[in-house]
């Protein structure tokens, strides 16, 4: 069973940064495209940062020169660390990954979310 797991959510005040990540376990050949979404309250859920497997990434342009994607791949990991952050990036995020579960098959798995709330 696989699974996706984030941490590092929490409380700060405008201007601080937080440092999320999500960690893949399980069975598995290995990880294609790591994700971030976000959704707030009354919102749909939105892609901030995305990373593939050789390190390219792309990101929400409202969070450009603020926030960093990463990942490690011998630890299964994609972190995201948020500079400068803004109350409007109050949301729960969400990790989302495209995992090979066979050598040519593919699935897209979800966290559970990890609430990050910015107080002005």
């Known amino acids: 069973q696989v699974q996706l797991v984030e941490s590092g959510g929490g409380l700060v005040q405008a201007g601080g940064s937080l440092r999320l990540s999500c960690t893949a376990s399980?069975?598995?050949?290995?990880?294609?495209?790591m994700n971030w979404y976000r959704q707030a309250p009354g919102k749909q859920r939105e892609l901030v940062a995305a990373?593939?497997?050789?390190?390219?990434?792309n990101y929400k342009d409202s969070v450009k020169g603020r926030f960093t994607i990463s990942r490690d791949n011998a630890k299964n990991t994609a972190y995201l660390q948020m500079n400068s952050l803004k109350p409007e990036d109050t949301a729960v995020y969400y990790c989302?990954?495209?995992?090979?579960?066979?050598?040519?098959?593919?699935?897209?798995?979800w966290g559970q979310g990890t609430q990050v709330t910015v107080s002005s």
């Open positions: 990373i593939t497997s050789d390190g390219t990434t």
């Open positions: 399980g069975n598995f050949f290995g990880i294609n495209t």
């Open positions: 989302n990954a495209e995992i090979r579960t066979l050598l040519t098959i593919s699935y897209v798995f």
